[in-house]
Nanobody, 126 residues
Framework: DVRLVESGGGLVQAGGSLRLSCAVS????????IGWFRRAPGQRRTGISY????????VYPDDVKGRFTISTDNAKNTIYLQMNRQEPEDTAVYFC???????????????????WGQGTQVTVSS
């Protein structure tokens, strides 16, 4: 099993930046795809990006492309989400997730993921 703990959320003004962290423990860090999701108020959980051994470079949905960057520090078993030029529409609870196997075309579907962190709130004020 894998345990995921997010941190780094908070309140930021529009145009500002935050970096979220996801500490991964349990099974071997390199055996899992690790991804970031968010759930805005009144909406379902949607995928932002993910990193998986052997897959290509991360991809992003259009609403965060160019502003958000996913990265990993294998020595620390930690995955990050750098969020720049934030917008009020980025307000959400952010989650990291893990899965032993992910189909790239379906990474945005939360049902494809097996393990979840508790989430961290990000609020962007206008």
């Amino acid at each position: 099993d894998v345990r995921l703990v997010e941190s780094g959320g908070g309140l930021v003004q529009a145009g500002g930046s935050l970096r979220l962290s996801c500490a991964v423990s349990g099974d071997s860090f390199g055996d899992y795809a690790i991804g970031w999701f968010r759930r805005a108020p009144g909406q379902r959980r949607t995928g932002i990006s993910y990193i998986s051994p052997g897959d290509g470079p991360p991809v992003y949905p259009d609403d965060v492309k160019g502003r958000f960057t996913i990265s990993t520090d294998n020595a620390k078993n930690t995955i990050y989400l750098q969020m720049n030029r934030q917008e009020p529409e980025d307000t959400a609870v952010y989650f990291c997730a893990a899965s032993a196997q992910i189909e790239p075309d379906y990474y945005c579907d939360y049902r494809e993921w097996d393990y979840w962190g508790q989430g961290t709130q990000v609020t962007v004020s206008s």
